[in-house]
């Protein structure tokens, strides 16, 4: 990595694990730490940059007779559009803390579009996942027990749509996000050097596992 750029972070894990409460904790904690960079609220000129950099592997994927849905597109279009922002932004940032990134981003496509056989090419996936390599510094893999997510997300005001279901369904829904997690994060890790964390929420108040995300970052920080 560039000593002149950021160190890129991205926090991962099932919803209720504490991602965005940590990130904030972080940045209140460290001014050096920039975050708030995620797939959502993109500058409009990179969004476009992005889906036309797409146009190929649409045309592709439609002559094959296996056309790209709008879900995928969105998906596929923002994730290409921040890799742009981030890479601006590395330029004048120390450390830069994803809250959802390329993991979350390709996790997501495998939980809501491989499951019915609809996968995004794999031209594609090999492609994004080199360009993120080479980006992306560390993974911090943060999770909780099944009954402490599934609590979490049924007492916060933040809307989920699995907040209503049973126990069992969201325990499953948590674990097909944390299989999706494990398949990109070693994708990542054979196509580059990215580091990875790890980080339970559950064991300890919240201004303690701040100091343990704060203390991890450091030492990154330092290793580069």
């Given amino acids: 990595m560039s000593r002149n750029r950021a160190v890129v972070v991205e926090l991962v894990g099932p919803a209720g694990a504490g ?61 290409g559009a921040l890799r742009q922002v981030v890479r601006d932004q590395a330029r004048t940032h120390r450390v830069i803390l994803l809250d959802e990134g390329p993991v979350f981003a390709l996790s997501w496509l495998d939980v809501f579009f491989a499951r019915n056989g609809d996968r995004v090419p794999a031209s594609w996936r090999r492609r994004v996942i080199t360009q993120w ?65 790890t980080l339970s929420t559950d064991t300890a108040p919240q201004d303690e596992n701040t100091a343990r995300l704060l203390s991890r970052l450091k030492l990154r920080r330092n290793g580069h």
């Fill in 19 to 79: 991602k965005t409460t940590l990130a904030r904790g972080a940045t209140e904690l460290d001014a050096s730490i920039k975050s708030g960079l995620s797939l959502w609220g993109l500058p409009k000129r990179r969004l476009l940059s992005s889906a036309i950099n797409l146009v190929p592997t649409m045309l592709a994927a439609s002559l094959k007779r296996a056309p790209l849905r709008a879900g995928e597109l969105a998906q596929m279009i923002r994730l």
């Fill in 133 to 197: 390599a080479s980006l992306l510094d560390v993974v911090v893999f943060i999770d909780a027990a099944d009954i402490t997510l599934a609590n979490r997300i049924r007492t916060r005001e933040k809307p989920h749509m699995v907040k209503g279901l049973s126990d069992d369904e969201i325990f499953g829904f948590s674990a097909g996000f944390r299989r999706a997690f494990e398949r990109t994060i070693g994708e990542l890790s054979q196509a580059g050097p990215v580091a990875i964390d």
